[in-house]
């Protein structure tokens, strides 16, 4: 079964940045998947607000735009979140997951997730 660890979340500053990983073990091929970074935040549905593809192509939401930046080591089936000039809005639990992609955009491929990561953001 796949499993996914995130780690790397603090408490920072806004205007702050901060790196979080997602490592991805078990039967998985993992260069040939596109990798995602969900976020929750409090009383909120979770949402992708980062993905690379299996070609390194990038693509983020619209509130990230420019802060976020996501990339992949497939030697060590990692991928990482730096995430710059943080704001109180990005509060919230970070988890990683495989991508599937349909006409209408991409969704979790699979439907466990792995603990997530907190990352506070303080005003």
């Known amino acids: 079964q796949v499993e996914f660890v995130e780690s790397g979340g603090a408490l920072v500053q806004a205007g702050g940045s901060l790196t979080i990983s997602c490592e991805v073990h078990?039967?998985?091929?993992?260069?040939?998947?596109?990798i995602g970074w969900f976020r929750q935040a409090a009383e909120k549905q979770r949402e992708l607000v980062a993905v690379?593809?299996?070609?390194?192509?990038?693509h983020y939401v619209d509130s990230v735009k420019g802060r976020f930046s996501i990339s992949r080591a497939n030697g060590q089936n990692k991928v990482y979140l730096r995430m710059d000039n943080l704001k109180p809005e990005d509060t919230a639990v970070y988890f990683c997951?495989?991508?599937?992609?349909?006409?209408?955009?991409?969704?979790?491929?699979?439907?466990?997730w792995g603990p997530g990561t907190q990352v506070t953001v303080s005003s």
């Open positions: 997951n495989a991508l599937s992609e349909d006409g209408s955009g991409y969704a979790a491929l699979f439907d466990y």
């Open positions: 078990g039967g998985i091929v993992f260069p040939i998947y596109a």
């Open positions: 690379i593809t299996n070609g390194e192509a990038r």
